[in-house]
């Protein structure tokens, strides 16, 4: 075929553009893969292999790939396609086994139709009769179904339905849980196939905005404003899709199963860029739920995988998502029917003072000196269902990533049975189920280049005898981990545990590896059962810290296809042929989270939470990187 000329591109890991996005719908239409029952379920950059990236040189040829989900809705088969935007062809269309590959992710269209197929089904329609609840005022909330081996339900497109009660537009549904009863609908045939009505528990009466009574509070006015300002602009400059603050240099992307994505992350030392780490981005998340219940033993999703979270990014705006010098981005992804879709001021970038990053007051030399901390953050938020996540890369001046996860919004509700349930009253009741967050953090590891080393570094202490004769010594332990078996680990708060990623071919002054150590919280992993259905689905979670070798095609911890899959995908077959990974290049992905017991405070809209991680060089540098930073002016200086 006739090549469709240079793409818009000016970069082999920019994203697909609106007119690539079109043509690449063209190109599907063009071979027959478009008919009236497809829809585009995820489209975005098919990212071309990090040799092809490292090589590139600005004005050299770029083939511009995009990576194609197709359903047709009328049979629910779904077909992973690859298209060269270049090159104007289908270089692959695979139609997916989902017995054995398992389901695409769910269509807004598909949850769109859901209390229509309710109100078609007579036992959905007894089961409200028997509660005295008007089946127009139930909103409906379809969720992921899981796979539990239910034979009526193996290669079929289930969710599952629970309900809420909304008496007029102003109620918040959420403050009325319709518990102990859900619907399993079949997506393709449309229609409700079994509806489960364990038990009738009252449904909570009391309102849940949180501006309007019981809840409701005048305004404080004994705050007064706080304005961030940078009279001579903000300190980063942006050439595209590429960053350059202070000492950093990165690149980023978006995709709306992951989100942003930062790239090629380096720190410049006398002129030289440094490698630290070729890719991040949050691969997976999962929240899994604690109630055994017959209606919602089932609850539990992967906000990625099965409902592409990306795609529910939020506006931002200035002064209440983002405060002082912004820069916001747009950006295009493609919608349901192929056709490029902009959501506007979907990423926020902007600088902040940390406080003090170094200082010292010496009795000897007289010396006085405080520098001031200030960090890049680039961030978004999106709202899934009831909650609302903001992730937020930090990038500091002494060479320190952190990634921070914010949770916030409105806690999954349900009937509250009592103390020695699952759940906790919030309100009178009404129950919020113990669950937890967890996200899997994908590193593409380069420190230094791509010939990467982990070790995994504990304190311990040194038993007291000839070498310790007063009782008092510890050192820190240093244990290489050179095979993928080897690298599954579960962090320990009482041994400071982190794990080091150091380069064996490039040395400090000092004769030592150059590193980075990967610092985790080290909250609980995964609670569910190890043989639990979400214990197979969700494996990454069981484990802290997984450290792979790269292969292009392992983007994704719970697998390529999350929904309804049996179990097993991602990082458990990674790993099951127990490569190398002693100085190789390394994928680390880290498991982080929040295991949620509610509080009352969490209601009726719950204060953030946060949870993430830290990279920090561990000898990467000779001496700390950040002692030209110059002195702030008295007046503008606070050592806080």
Request: net charge negative; hydrophobic share 40%.
């Amino acid at each position: 075929m006739t090549p469709v000329g240079p793409p818009d591109a000016d970069h082999p890991l920019a994203p697909l553009s609106a007119n690539e996005i079109r043509s690449a719908r063209r190109i599907l239409v063009d071979n027959g893969l478009v008919g009236e029952d497809t829809r585009f379920v995820y489209m975005a950059l098919a990212e071309p292999h990090k040799t092809t990236v490292l090589a590139y040189t600005r004005g050299a040829h770029i083939e511009r790939r995009a990576r194609i989900l197709l359903l047709d809705r009328a049979t629910g088969v779904g077909t992973d396609v690859v298209v060269s935007v270049t090159e104007n062809q289908v270089l692959s269309a695979t139609p997916l086994d989902s017995e054995v590959n398992g389901h695409l992710p769910i269509l807004d269209q598909e949850f769109e139709d859901i209390e229509s197929f309710l109100l078609d089904s007579v036992d959905w329609l007894e089961a409200m009769a028997k509660r005295g609840i008007e089946p127009s005022k139930v909103r409906a909330v379809p969720l992921s179904a899981g796979m539990f081996g239910h034979e009526d339900e193996i290669g079929q497109r289930i969710v599952r339905v629970l309900a809420f009660h909304q008496d007029d537009e102003a109620d918040l549904p959420w403050a009325h849980p319709i518990d102990g009863v859900v619907a399993y609908v079949n997506l393709t045939t449309r229609a409700v196939v079994k509806v489960v009505d364990d038990i009738d528990l009252p449904v909570p009466a009391e309102r849940g905005e949180w501006n309007a009574a019981p809840h409701a509070s005048a305004p404080r006015t004994d705050l007064k404003p706080i304005e961030i300002t940078q009279p001579e602009g903000a300190s980063f400059e942006v050439n595209g899709n590429e960053i350059t603050w202070a000492d950093w240099k990165f690149r980023f992307g978006f995709d709306v199963r992951e989100g942003l994505t930062l790239h090629q992350l380096s720190f410049s030392e006398n002129g030289v860029d440094r490698p630290i780490v070729y890719r991040a981005s949050i691969a997976e998340m999962v929240v899994p739920y604690a109630d055994p219940s017959p209606a919602r033993y089932w609850q539990n999703y992967f906000d990625q995988g099965e409902y592409l979270f990306g795609r529910y990014t939020n506006s931002l705006e200035l002064g209440c998502d983002c405060l002082g010098e912004i820069r916001y981005f747009d950006v295009t992804i493609a919608d349901e029917s192929g056709n490029p879709k902009l959501m506007k001021n979907a990423i926020c970038l902007h600088e902040e003072d940390y406080g003090v990053l170094w200082k010292h007051t010496d009795m000897f030399n007289n010396m006085a000196e405080t520098r001031r901390s200030r960090r890049l953050v680039i961030s978004f938020f999106l709202t899934i269902g009831n909650y609302d996540y903001g992730f937020y890369w930090y990038l500091y001046l002494d060479g320190t990533i952190e990634l921070e996860a914010k949770a916030t919004g409105i806690v999954f509700t349900s009937a509250y049975r009592g103390d020695d349930g699952f759940s906790t009253q919030i309100a009178p009741g009404l129950g919020a189920p113990f669950h937890q967050h967890l996200f899997s953090a994908r590193l593409d590891m380069a420190v230094d280049g791509n010939v990467n080393t982990v070790e995994e570094v504990d304190a311990v202490a040194v038993p007291m005898g000839p070498n310790n004769p007063w009782g008092n010594a510890f050192r820190c332990q240093k244990t290489k981990l050179t095979t993928e078996s080897e690298g599954q680990r579960i962090a320990d708060n009482l041994k400071a545990r982190v794990w080091h990623i150091t380069n064996p071919t490039k040395k400090n002054r000092l004769g030592n590896d150059v590193g980075y150590a990967l610092h985790p919280e080290g909250q609980p992993v995964l609670l569910a059962d190890p043989s639990s259905s979400i214990a197979a689905r969700a494996a990454f979670a069981t484990k802290h810290l997984w450290v792979t070798k790269y292969d292009e095609t392992e983007r994704y911890p719970a697998g390529d296809f999350v929904n309804q899959h049996p179990g097993k995908g991602g990082l458990p077959t990674f790993v099951a042929g127990n490569r190398n990974i002693d100085g190789d290049d390394l994928v680390l992905w880290h498991t982080f989270g929040l295991t949620h017991f509610p509080r009352p405070e969490d209601w009726p809209v719950m204060p953030v939470d946060y949870a993430g991680f830290k990279l920090k060089p561990v000898g990467f540098f000779d001496r700390n990187p950040a002692l030209n930073l110059p002195s702030s002016p008295t007046t503008h200086c606070c050592d806080s």
